[in-house]
């Protein structure tokens, strides 16, 4: 089974410039999450869908940040406009279920950003 | 409030040593799941392992080894007889029961030298 994929792999941009990120989680999965990854933050999440409705969105740095969920297979992040301290590694994760235990994440291969 | 602390920043062994990573956690929930993640040099995270609050049993898989007590807060993962692949960042993580926010600890970068 394909795991979560993430596009692009690699983004640069340039100040100011929409940048959108996408996600396709683990069919079957009714959880989705965004992450960003720095040096000086570790691992932050900064929202999550359940069902694609947003359940938490408190970890979303700013209102340049935006994240949808049309449907059950695709998500986008969208940063608008973005700043060179947008830059990160942003990952998606999904996961399924939330009784018995069922809480795993799985984590798609992440979009390394630079914003110059 | 939910912490994860990773003490330790870096690790360095030579291959075939035993290694320890330590994780220590903080939460005031009964129902709570505590994991593992692998970082290798080329970014992706693998999870490793899973932990219910109300599963104390320590779990063995091959070379890796998961010790999960309780009593004093901690699930530290042994690396038996480690290997040039084991090089890698090492994520310990929180779930709060009812919850779906993931806490990482700061990670651990363990180097195995040939």
């Known amino acids: 089974d394909a795991g979560v994929i993430q596009s692009p792999r690699h983004e640069v941009t340039e100040m100011g410039q929409e940048v959108t990120l996408r996600c396709k989680p683990i069919s079957g999965h009714d959880y989705l999450f965004w992450y960003r990854q720095t040096m000086m933050r570790g691992l932050e999440l900064l929202i999550y869908?359940?069902?694609?409705?947003?359940?938490?969105d408190s970890g979303m740095p700013e209102d340049r940040f935006s994240a949808k969920m049309p449907n059950a297979s695709f998500s986008t992040l969208k940063i608008q406009p973005s700043e060179p301290r947008d830059s990160a590694v942003y990952f998606c994760?999904?996961?399924?279920?939330?009784?018995?235990?069922?809480?795993?994440?799985?984590f798609g291969p992440g979009t390394r950003l630079l914003v110059l | 409030a939910q912490k994860v602390t990773q003490a330790q920043t870096e690790i360095s062994v030579v291959e075939k040593e035993d290694v320890t990573l330590d994780c220590v956690y903080e939460?005031?929930?009964?129902?709570?799941?505590l994991f593992w993640y692998k970082q290798p040099p080329s970014g992706e995270l693998v999870f490793l392992i899973r932990r219910n609050s109300f599963d104390e049993q320590n779990e063995i898989s091959g070379r890796y080894s998961w010790n999960f007590q309780k009593s004093t807060s901690s699930f530290n993962f042994t690396i038996t007889a480690s290997q040039v692949v084991d090089s890698a960042v090492y994520f310990c993580a929180l779930i709060r029961g009812g919850n779906n926010d993931m806490r990482f600890g700061a990670g651990t970068r363990l180097t195995v030298k040939p």
């Open positions: 994760a999904s996961s399924f279920g939330t009784s018995g235990g069922l809480k795993t994440q799985y």
């Open positions: 869908f359940n069902n694609n409705v947003p359940i938490d």
């Open positions: 939460t005031r929930d009964t129902t709570y799941y």
